[in-house]
């Protein structure tokens, strides 16, 4: 199992990043996935899941309506278009097939003026 994340960068507050992780080794479209992300100092929290179809999807309340995400099972990728930015979303951002238990490396978000 591999999650690759990329898409990470620096971005002022009220900008936008699109978030990828790239899957392989296992049968993307019969799991579930999962965004979380861990600022520093603080422990990993779940931000966005989304099921196997993409059909439903779920959302940690500090991003609602500013978050997206979003899956393509044709190309093994699931997705986070990040608008809104401000500052208390500045962490790490990890994508995960939780009944797998594999988690990608992380992509930094870093917003500042």
Not at 12 to 29: D, E, H, I, K, W
Not at 35 to 51: D, N
Request: proline share 3%; aromatic share 10%.
């Amino acid at each position: 199992v591999q999650l690759v994340e990329s898409g990470g960068g620096l971005v002022q507050p009220g900008g936008s990043l699109r978030l990828s992780c790239a899957a392989s080794g296992f049968t993307f479209s019969n799991y579930r996935m999962r965004w979380y992300r861990q600022a520093p100092g603080k422990e990993r929290e779940l931000v966005a899941g989304i099921g196997s179809a993409g059909s439903s999807t779920n959302y940690a309340d500090s991003v609602k309506d500013r978050f997206t995400i979003t899956r393509d099972n044709a190309k093994n990728t699931v997705y986070l278009q990040m608008n809104s930015l401000n500052v208390e979303d500045t962490a790490v951002y990890y994508c995960t097939a939780p009944t797998l238990n594999s988690w990608g490396q992380g992509t930094q978000v870093t917003v500042s003026s």
